[in-house]
């Protein structure tokens, strides 16, 4: 098919204009939403729960690139929620699963695949190249690293977190005056109280409406249909009403990360970064031969 | 002499378990309340029993506020771990409280006083995903 | 593996306790839950935004049995919001797209591929053998005809809709008191309200939002972790706060559906199920050319 | 007598746009309407003006409710196609009324008296998916 030409700004093929068409024509999208789009690129840390339903979403909407960072290898017992991943892949890296995945979605979407452990010495420069971060991860210690980079970085962070009927989801570090992770929680919480470390449960479906989320917060964001104001909002799969948004503070002059020279309060260190547990996960072989 | 104020309380994000396992609860709480946040009752009373106003004009008062609330909490509500609820008077760090939906800083965190039917939410915050 | 014999009801293989593990320890799931999921079915009208993240989250859950009922076929305009139909499907029903994504994704799941429309002549016979009814279709007559047919069926009916930036969220007929679609709309709306007719467009987040507390709400009642009340929730993707609950009458006595014999008001006319419109889509290749 | 009241309103699921594509709008009521729900103004008039008190005091009055609310809506905020918000003299099927997040149905539907800063949202049922 030959593409007219002209100068006017254009999608890279012309069939995209099918593809996307459900989504051109809403009120504030149109081509140039799209292109913002097309010309943008997304992170993803964690190809879990979180990460699988957020991907599915950036890469059906026609996000440019996406990065894929995960260092872990598919596993059984994930595939009660993270769906990108099949009996298939099991074994396999998630990035690498889950990268297959979105291509077979969207062929036409750039996949950095990085099946890598982010650390505080290699942060900076696996997240400098994108427009959005989405953390989907599973630990405090990486929340706060993640938190740090995009500030450092000065990038919008898309955060996601979920645990047994529970979600929570807020965009950290949005525009000039929105809170970083560190602005509200200065310290990782209580080991005992970070239920990463025990295997504490989590319903599919949660991670499902929190991931789904935060890739609609990384497309508004992209846009320009954000109102770029931060808030928190809270899920429970059980109350009613299920969602809660919170009013946010505004950045804090005296964070550790994000506050204004010589009115910084505390300091970051590495051992922020370090996760401090194991745990162990119930043995629920062992408990169904028991029943 | 105002009334007893009904403060209605939710509990989030694993922190419920310190509670009872009860996500949702309530407290009474008496306009005025001691100074130091002493909460002058027994561990063991009933959390709905608001101390009595004699107990509490034998010393200095002041407005209740979410400060004292903290306080009451812990003794009365709090089933176990205090250390995993307050630290240094006040939350422990990687707990956010909302007053009626809105971030506590933004309403004065401890001086914050209290009204009847406030809704204040206790939650941790979620690492898994 | 050998299955250890005895009385007492156990799942239905022995690394079902390993995929399921992390929902089974959650308090007031459990091992119950895991069976109640087992023994159970869903049918799932329509495969395509809704449908799709329902089916996903339905099957890694692990219900015992889903049904899909879609006649259409994939296309490429659709791809940008109903992520279990790739490139390579496009041309198929959607139903066996559908099903084969799910299959890979938990292939223990049993599958009804039924690629009919569905219509007052045989409406009662597909849904019959399912326990939850999910409607993700995308049009109103469908609809009126879903309600009546879970009233006529006494089973729940978990509605879902989507249009533009918006979602809405229901469960009709919720036990003995819980209203019907046509208690509260008791007649189809005006043809040019009908969004369906024209392609209005839709951010395919949205509809994953949906169909993800569509399945969730399903795997509530399954279990028996929801409360039985009947409520709506709201959505909008631009609005703060994005989600709204509401509070929603009983059902109506009046209720030509499921009201009480002789004090029903009006009846039922085969012509609430005939679609009124078709509807061009906007010509986004055209457009294209033109930019 | 009683001031002008505040009613905040939603259009949602596609009626925004026979609204002037404004979904959250807002109007003012007098408390005292005419009890055969004429809204006594032009229709080019702003929506933000009640009918004074003098117009409306030369007939039969009522205290304001939703029915009244749905006319002035109709007369003054409505932009397009009237028939496709009301029908024999209430809202047109396939709309639902909320009254401060609760079905119109559970506090009375048109003869709900409007109160000062209430929210009434007003949503077509949405058919796609
Ligand atoms: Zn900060
Ligand atoms: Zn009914």
Redo the contacts between chains.
């Keep these: 098919m030959a593409m007219v030409d002209n100068d006017l700004p254009q999608l890279s093929h012309l069939d995209d204009y099918q593809r996307y068409g459900r989504q051109m024509v809403l009120d504030g999208f149109g081509l140039e939403g799209q292109l913002k789009l097309q010309n943008s690129s997304v992170v993803v840390i964690g190809a879990g729960g979180l990460g699988c339903p957020a991907l599915q979403y950036l890469a059906a909407a026609g996000v440019g690139r996406l990065g894929i960072i995960d260092h872990d290898t598919v596993e059984l017992s994930n595939l009660q929620r993270q769906i990108l991943h099949t009996d298939k892949t099991i074994g396999s890296p998630k990035a690498v699963s889950a990268a297959r995945a979105i291509a077979a979605l969207n062929p036409r979407v750039n996949i950095d695949v990085c099946p890598t452990a982010l650390d505080s010495s290699n942060a900076l420069s696996i997240l400098a190249p994108y427009d959005v971060i989405l953390d989907c991860t599973d630990n405090a210690p990486t929340r706060y690293l993640l938190s740090d980079s995009a500030v450092r970085l000065r990038k919008p962070l898309v955060s996601g977190a979920a645990q047994k009927f529970d979600g929570q989801l807020c965009i950290y570090n949005l525009g000039d005056d929105g809170p970083c992770y560190r602005c509200i929680f200065p310290k990782p919480p209580a080991p005992e109280m970070a239920g990463s470390c025990e295997e504490t449960g989590i319903l599919g479906a949660v991670t499902g409406i929190i991931g789904n989320l935060q890739a609609l917060e990384a497309i508004k964001l992209i846009t320009g249909l954000h109102d770029g104001k931060a808030s928190l909002l809270l899920f429970n799969a059980l109350s009613v009403p299920p969602f809660r948004t919170v009013k946010l503070r505004s950045r804090k002059p005296t964070c550790a990360a994000c506050g204004i020279e010589g009115q910084k309060i505390g300091a970051i260190e590495e051992t922020d970064y370090v996760a401090f547990c194991g745990g162990a996960r119930p043995d629920w072989l062992e408990r169904g031969l028991e029943v | 002499m105002a009334d007893t104020m009904t403060i209605k309380l939710v509990f989030?994000?694993?922190?419920e378990l310190l509670f009872g396992?009860e996500?949702n609860q309530s407290v009474l709480i008496p306009p005025l309340v001691p100074s130091d946040n002493s909460t002058h009752s027994s561990p063991s009373s009933s959390p709905s029993t608001p101390s009595s106003h004699n107990d509490i004009l034998t010393g200095e008062t002041k407005a209740a506020d979410l400060e004292y609330l903290i306080y009451h909490l812990r003794d009365h509500l709090l089933k176990e771990?205090p250390?995993?609820f307050m630290e240094n008077g006040t939350i422990?760090?990687?707990?956010?409280v909302?007053i009626n939906?809105?971030?506590w800083?933004?309403e004065g965190e401890g001086s914050y006083q209290l009204c009847n039917n406030d809704e204040i939410?206790f939650?941790?915050?979620?690492?898994?995903?």
């Design positions: 989030s994000g694993g922190l396992n996500r771990r250390e995993l422990r760090p990687g707990i956010l909302l939906n809105t971030d800083e933004l939410v939650i941790s915050t979620l690492h898994g995903g």
